[in-house]
């Protein structure tokens, strides 16, 4: 089937963090920030692609017809796309899809959250939804303990230590220092990891992403369009998702996480590229160990040598591998319906020299991985600069 | 007790099963896989034939965290166990509560547990 080139010709996001504005109005704020920043008009938008997960807990669902009516185009179709912690790139797949297919030359992707409002415990407990909640959260999973599961597997099965895990935290604070858009914007120390208070064993505080508010929006269109209204925009060379066992208890290793490995393949394939091409990555790091069993599963580090490659310091900005310039979920924080979009803006930011102090240097390829729940389901793409 | 096609939401007959101490798995009458009772086709053959099974609900954790920071329900139970066990004789795994577990001496990987009953807590373990 002969597709359409798809192009991410702007992006936007609020400040991630604890935000006073209700849903509806950060989710404008950011649709309206990838309007201007890929300089057309919202009438020329064809469909909006929403995806968030807890409109609920502020009073808003069916989010996308106000929006599109704040944006003055009332008459344009939306849809809102949940998929746990992974909505933002379920709903940007959907969008390429439909872009590649030709069905529209462009469309408004924006993922959205409001939760902090609610407090930890009822976040803890919503969030635990996202489970395969018989086996899981009904019996006192919270997202932090089947992260912590799989962090006590793996520890149990390589030559890796708590500390190792620490410096993935540490590594992305650095670079969420350097991100005006962060919520945790504080340099950290291996001790400060290790000294804070336990979630979840192994798990710690500090291995553990913020839950935030924020919204982040692309514009996703055809590359004639894009051509026709910015030099700044950035070609989607590879579009793959791919699905796990619900529960962690289905799955025959607790060190890996099938989807992503199903959806890079996919990816890296339609991109024609390998692994070893891609110059930086934004992962889903919802808690450190992810973001090390992330770095192997796509293909980046040998099975078991992630954590040690994270604490020697290959994946630090404008180290072997990038991972998380922006400052990953961890530090940048993860508004759960907006992470996946908000990757795609630090990656359009990337490969536009728009993106300050963290610049990646001579990047061409980036790519984004975001998962939802514990990776039950993933998608992952491929940008590359034009 | 074998049933030829099985019922499509088993979940009333699982929770009766693990309130007994066991788990209600199905046989896959094609190709033998042996599944949780919650599912209603076979992942390896596609098929929806199958003969209910009772296993024994004894086994060894393969990991596990101790939850200090607990979601709304357990505040008064923490610091407890979520547990992923492998069942003894299948390989079959499932996850549960298991309580009364402060620190990572008090549950080594590998520890034999065993289910003692279904309740608001889901599958609950105790160690063997
Ligand atoms: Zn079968």
Not at chain 1, 265 to 276: D, E, L, V, W
Not at chain 2, 38 to 43: D, S
Request: net charge negative; hydrophobic share 40%.
């Amino acid at each position: 089937m002969e597709r359409e080139s798809v192009c991410v010709l702007g992006g936007g996001s609020t400040k991630y963090g604890k935000l006073d504005d209700s849903i509806s109005d950060i989710t404008l704020q950011a649709s309206v920030g990838a309007i201007e920043s890929a300089g057309i008009e919202p009438k020329e938008i064809e469909a909006g692609y929403i995806s968030n997960v807890f409109g609920v807990a502020d009073k808003q669902v069916h989010l996308g017809p106000v929006v599109m009516s704040n944006l003055g185009i009332s008459e344009c179709p939306s849809l809102s796309i949940e998929s746990a912690c992974g909505s933002g790139s379920v709903s940007f797949r959907e969008a390429f899809a439909n872009v590649a297919a030709g069905f529209y030359d462009a469309v408004l992707v924006t993922g959205t959250e409001k939760v902090t409002h609610t407090g930890t415990d009822w976040t803890t407990t919503y969030f635990s939804y996202c489970s395969d909640f018989f086996y899981e959260g009904q019996a006192g999973a919270s997202f932090p303990g089947l992260f912590a599961s799989m962090a006590r597997a793996y520890l149990h099965e390589f030559n890796a230590t708590e500390e190792d895990l620490a410096s993935v935290a540490v590594k992305n604070h650095e670079n969420g220092v350097l991100n005006p858009k962060a919520h945790l914007r504080k340099k950290i120390s291996i001790d400060d990891v290790m000294n804070s208070a336990v979630v979840a064993s192994p798990l710690k505080l500090y291995d553990c992403c913020p839950f935030s508010d924020g919204a982040s929006s692309v514009i996703l269109c055809n590359e004639k369009f894009a051509k026709e209204h910015s030099k700044d925009y950035v070609k989607v060379i590879g579009s793959g998702r791919g699905g796990s066992p619900a529960a962690l208890q289905g799955r025959e290793q607790l060190t890996t996480i099938p989807s992503t490995k199903i959806a890079a393949a996919a990816a890296y394939k339609m991109a024609g590229i390998t692994a070893k091409d891609v110059d930086f990555a934004e992962v889903h790091d919802c808690f450190t160990v992810a973001e090390v069993v992330d770095s192997e599963d796509l293909g980046f580090f040998e099975k078991g040598t992630g954590a040690t490659a994270a604490r020697n310091g290959e994946t630090k900005l404008n180290g072997s591998i990038s991972i998380n310039p922006s400052g990953g979920l961890k530090s940048k924080g993860h508004p759960i319906g907006a992470t996946g979009v908000g990757q795609v803006v630090e990656v359009y930011e990337q490969l536009t020299g728009k993106s300050g102090e963290r610049t990646v240097n001579d990047a061409k390829i980036g790519l984004t991985q975001n998962f939802g729940a514990t990776g039950a389901s993933c998608a992952v793409h491929v940008f590359e600069s034009v | 007790m074998c049933l030829k096609v099985c019922k499509l939401s088993a979940k009333p007959e699982f929770i009766e099963a693990a309130k007994a101490g066991n788990i209600l798995a199905r046989k896959c009458t094609k190709c033998s896989e042996i599944l949780l009772a919650t599912v209603y086709y076979c992942r390896s053959c596609g098929s929806k034939e199958f003969e209910d099974t009772i296993l024994k609900g004894t086994g060894k954790v393969v990991t596990y965290t101790i939850m200090t920071v607990p979601p709304a329900g357990f505040e008064e139970l923490a610091p407890y166990a979520w547990v992923v066990m492998e069942l003894d004789d299948s390989g079959i795994r499932v996850s549960g509560f298991l309580g009364k577990i402060p620190t990572p001496e008090d549950l080594p990987i590998e520890t034999p547990v065993k289910i003692t009953g279904f309740d608001e807590r889901g599958i609950v373990l105790e160690k063997l």
